[in-house]
């Protein structure tokens, strides 16, 4: 069966800094991988999406990820951190059946001033 | 994004009673899903439909069901609520072909 593991459940950063959110996956199948991000009493909004093609993804808010398939990992980075990036991400990973997901557990990043 | 709409947002109820939470999108997709959200857990499956009239069951489907009579309509029940479904409730269609799913808002449901 699929799994996702994140690495830290609470992530903090300083404002400027790099952004490194870690996601691992275990799957059978050509994986397809994804980056959720939820607000506070917010649902989850995507911010990037791996199916086929180019392993490094470019998402919304200056997001990237690298699909590395030999490491089975499925990293999130920004570059330099801001406050609005205060905020619960998940990953998640197609199930072998190719339709539904299988999330990890969430990461919470803190933005520091 | 997609146009999922969640209701109620917000619902406090006594264990024994129904409950029916209603999703609704306007997109079009063909597969739908309800999931709850607990702290340490994360989102765990509770149901999905693939169709009209066609349904299946996840992770956590114990309490709960579901119906779906049009293709923008999914309706999740809880026949007889109990505190330990107290929890966060969420609503998502997927896209194809990205297989990307859309969420909605959200429910908040405290069963006391």
């Known amino acids: 069966a699929q799994s996702v593991t994140q690495l830290g459940s609470h992530v903090s950063v300083s404002e400027g800094a790099l952004v490194l959110l870690r996601c691992n996956y275990s799957s059978s199948v050509p994986p397809y991988l994804f980056w959720y991000v939820q607000y506070p009493n917010q649902g989850l909004q995507l911010l990037l999406k791996?199916?086929?093609?180019?392993?490094l993804v470019k998402g919304i808010n200056g997001f990237e990820a690298e699909f590395k398939k030999s490491e089975t990992s499925f990293h999130l980075t920004k570059p330099s951190a801001h406050m609005s990036d205060a905020a619960e991400y998940f990953c998640a990973v197609i199930d072998n059946y190719g339709q539904n997901f299988v999330f990890g557990p969430g990461t919470r990043l803190s933005v520091l001033p | 994004d997609a146009g999922i709409t969640q209701s109620p947002r917000h619902k406090v109820t006594e264990t024994g009673t129904p409950v029916t939470l209603r999703c609704h999108q306007t997109?079009?997709?063909?597969?739908m899903y309800w999931y709850r959200q607990d702290p340490g857990h994360g989102l765990r499956l509770i149901h999905y439909s693939y169709g009209v009239k066609d349904t299946d069951k996840g992770e956590v489907s114990d309490g709960y069901s579901v119906s779906r009579s049009k293709t923008e309509d999914f309706l999740l029940t809880l026949e007889s609520a109990t505190s330990s479904q107290t929890s966060v409730y969420f609503c998502?269609?997927?896209?194809?072909?990205?297989?990307?799913?859309?969420f909605g808002d959200g429910t908040r449901l405290s069963i006391l």
């Open positions: 791996y199916t086929t093609g180019a392993t």
């Open positions: 998502a269609s997927k896209q194809e072909p990205s297989r990307a799913q859309h």
């Open positions: 997109e079009n997709h063909r597969y």
